[in-house]
Every structure is written in C-alpha cells, then in structure tokens.
C-alpha cells in the first residue's frame, strides 16, 4: 500500500516504514503528525484530495542540511560576494496511512 502526500509545496510517495526528509515541520522528536492532504492511495485518485485520508508520521529527527556556498561575482568590478546557507529539514518515518 502507497501513499502521494502533499507537504511544504512537495509531493511524496511513500509505503509504509519509509524514511522521508521533508521540509522544517514544527514538533519534537518522537511526536506524530498527521497530513491530511493526500491525492492518492493506491488505485484511489483524489480530486484534488481524498477526503477523510490521513498519513501519520513520527519525527525522528531535526537537523540542517549540509553548507552550500554561494559566490557573487561581477567581473571587472573587483567585486565578489560569499554566502552561505543550510536548509533546516525534518526525518520523518511512515507509522500508518489511513483511508
């Protein structure tokens, strides 16, 4: 049995006991959450949800994702510009999809 969620403007595909990295969602480690925007469960194609389905998930995890680096440059200006940026993300784990 699968599932296609919605979740921090994605879309996932998972099976039950999968392991998802999602974008930051607000909770503690060993909380559940529930998405409740689900288009589709097996054959079963919502429009543009299905109503009363549920995936239920429990965090594993929060962290941030490896640096990556940003460089400006304007050529002939002498001008260069660094950055950085680490994407905050959540581990979640499948527990159970609801239909």
Do not use: W
Not at 19 to 47: C, H, N, P
């Amino acid at each position: 049995m699968f599932a296609i969620f919605e979740t921090g403007g994605k879309q996932y595909k998972v099976n039950i006991n999968d392991i998802i990295y999602t974008e930051k969602i607000d909770g503690r480690v060993s909380d559940k959450v529930e998405f409740d925007k689900v288009l589709m469960i097996d054959q079963t194609i919502g429009a543009p949800y299905l109503a009363n389905a549920k995936v239920v998930c429990e965090i594993q995890k929060q962290g941030k994702r490896e640096k990556i680096h940003i460089i400006k440059h304007i050529s002939q200006k002498h001008h260069t510009k660094r950055q950085g940026h680490r994407q905050p993300y959540t581990k979640l784990i499948v527990k159970e999809i609801k239909q």
